[in-house]
């Protein structure tokens, strides 16, 4: 039996794809004390894998030329030496873009496959999911009536990001590329408005959508899109800083000319990274897995099948990003 991976083979500059990457089979490992051997039916496609790559790395562990791409995962256990885990358990890992991985029984979460697709795991109640918990109301701290601005709204963290914020009963604006996504965005998940950046400008948007302007905005996108937003905060409004897509693939970043917005607004900004919350992740995921159970929180998935086929996936959520979150059946 042989496992194949997907490794890293140049950095790139600009825009990731599938040239910075090539297929390698090596052994299958066999677990160790307190280890387990899972095979992956699913790997995840995030933003913040181009980050991963970058030189030198913008966070701690990023992948070197030859190593084997990061990601999360979920898979069943084919072979247990710990007490935790029996065969034919699915469970959620950082295994990484591979077929077979390895990993310490406390390093994997076991899931319950009825709840909902596998793939909904590494979404709406994987990473993504608790980032959108953590990011509206620890962060975004919003209040009912108020209006939240959501970028990238059509993404796993935007579209659930402003499914909570409506579920807190605020007025919440989505930002999308298409009119198919803004139509997914108000007539499925029920946002109140949402802005075609193909149709309009943002600006355009906000004063016909937003005339008192915005008490959150979720950033998914920084660059020109949150430059712009902040024209539109409204006294002691808040700002958090997610994500910045619009610049994960751009050589010169965009240069903000809106900052002094925030002090006349008397607003507050706040960067977050999920991981450094993990301890607190199962807080999270109680309360997303039974507002998905109850049906109060939607989600949608896109799959590409076949591993080869992870780097193309990735390319696309930064080119042509499909609704909701993409992963890869392995
Ligand atoms: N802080 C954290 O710990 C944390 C954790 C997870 C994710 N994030 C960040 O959250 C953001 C969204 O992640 P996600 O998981 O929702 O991603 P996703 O499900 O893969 O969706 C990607 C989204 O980004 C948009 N997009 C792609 N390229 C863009 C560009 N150049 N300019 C503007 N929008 C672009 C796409 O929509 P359109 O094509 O319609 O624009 C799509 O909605 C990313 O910035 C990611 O890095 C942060």
Partial sequence: ??????ILVK?????????????????????????????????????YLRLLTEEPATFSRGVQVGSRMESWSVGEVLESKSDAFKPGQFVVGYLGWQEYGLAEARDLRRIDPSLAPL??????????????YFGIFRYGKPQAGQTVLISAASGTVGMTAGQLAKMHSCRVIGIAETEEKCHYLVEELHFDRAINLSQRSLIEGLKEDAPEGIDLYYDNVGGETLDNALLFLRKNSRVVICGMISQYNVKTPYALKNFDRLHSARATLKGFIVADLMSQWPEAISKLERWVKEKKLKHKENIFHGLENAPKALHSIFTAAPIGKTVVEV
Avoid: C
Avoid at 119 to 132: D, N, Q, Y
């Fill in 11 to 47: 950095k790139p500059e600009g825009m990731i794809d599938e040239s910075h990457f090539a297929a390698v089979f090596t052994d299958v490992p066999a677990p160790k004390d307190g280890e387990v051997l899972v095979k992956n039916r699913y790997v995840s496609i995030d933003p």
């Fill in 119 to 132: 793939p909904a795991f590494l979404g709406v109640l994987g990473m993504p999911g608790i980032t959108a």
């Fill in 1 to 6: 039996m042989k496992n194949k991976q997907i």
